[in-house]
């Protein structure tokens, strides 16, 4: 145990994880690692792996990994998908727009993958078995029952809303917070009731509407950088802030060396929000394989197919190192990761945002003061 987690406790979310500073490290598939994890749980954060593309024996693997370098509570995250069983007509409609990008990889024609997801059953059945501290959820929410026995399990349950009715959905499911992920957020939308509207409902005007509204703990997640958006998100209610985009270039991330350095020279007008790439609405740098497959939307399969058909394309750009075919997910805060030191370790980065959101609250209560 990390004797830095000092008893500085800002909120009851902290202080129920014992928690240095309000902060949750996003659980990003594609980025996080058991290192990262264990990392920003040991450092007074909460750490969390994103599980969501694991299978069970994988995610236990990975489980019994942070448990072993770390005695501090972490989360664990899936993907509430329904099976899909796609026809031919969509594959043939989507892989004619995929199989140009491939060739320009030097990859053959593509074909149906043996799966496109993992089973949530499964994975859900595993997680209650792992009785991990906290689980969370992100495109759609989990039945009651389900909730229920992750909960006799000894899990904290938190579930992911982009607007107030699916923040509404997950707490009369039994869920125990709710992360407010706001339009700025990097990576795929959680939405799962309007979906097909893509509402964008940003930041500062989804948590206090979400806090107003349920009455359970809510994390803010999107747009937030550096210990100004931390003190911001709790002056809006919330009671942690949940950071994706910041941990990125972190020496534990997985991702790409040219990710890296795409994020490092991004602008504030750099993201957009497609769901060329993987079938579902998420934001990332826009880039040739972005453009490309937004060229002809009427051959984009719903996720999680157009996923699973664009993903080998998407390992060989990684192991090529070739940004232009990668999915570089990225929130519209990135170019504010230009103050920090690239690849720095997650501890350094927590302990910057822990001075600096202490900072950011003392202007505030300064100003505040001032007659
Ligand atoms: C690369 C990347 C991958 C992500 N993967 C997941 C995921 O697997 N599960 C999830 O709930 N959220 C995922 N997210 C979203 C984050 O949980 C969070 O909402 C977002 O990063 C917050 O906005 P920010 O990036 O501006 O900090 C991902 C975000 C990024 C940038």
Known sequence: MNTRATSHYATPFAERFGLRLPLVQAPMVGATTPALVVAASNAGALGSLGAGAMAPEKLAAEVAEIRGATSRPFGVNLFVLDPI????????????????????LGLPPGRAPERYAPALRAQLEQLIALRVPIASFT???????DVERLKAAGTYVIGTATHVAEGIAWRDAGADAVCAQGAEAGGHRGTFIDADKNPLVGTMALVPQLVDALRIPVLAAGGIMDGRGIAAALALGAQAAQLGTAFLPCAESAIAQDWR???????DTAT?????ITGR?????????????????ARVAPYPVQNALTQELRQAAARADRGDYLSLWAGQGAPLLR?????????????????????????????AQVE
């Open 281 to 297: 609405y998420a934001r990332g740098i826009r880039n040739t394989l972005m453009d490309r497959l937004e060229a002809e939307p």
């Open 272 to 276: 957009s929000v497609t769901r060329a």
């Open 261 to 267: 350095k795409r994020l490092a020279a991004s602008s």
């Open 85 to 104: 069983a796609p026809d031919g007509a969509m594959l043939r409609r989507a892989l004619d727009a995929i199989d140009p990008l491939r060739a320009e």
């Open 139 to 145: 495109f759609g929410v989990l039945e009651a029952a």
């Open 339 to 367: 103050g920090r030191r690239p690849g720095c370790g997650t501890a350094e980065l927590i302990d910057a945002l822990d001075a600096e959101w202490r900072a950011a609250s003392s202007r505030v209560s300064r100003a």
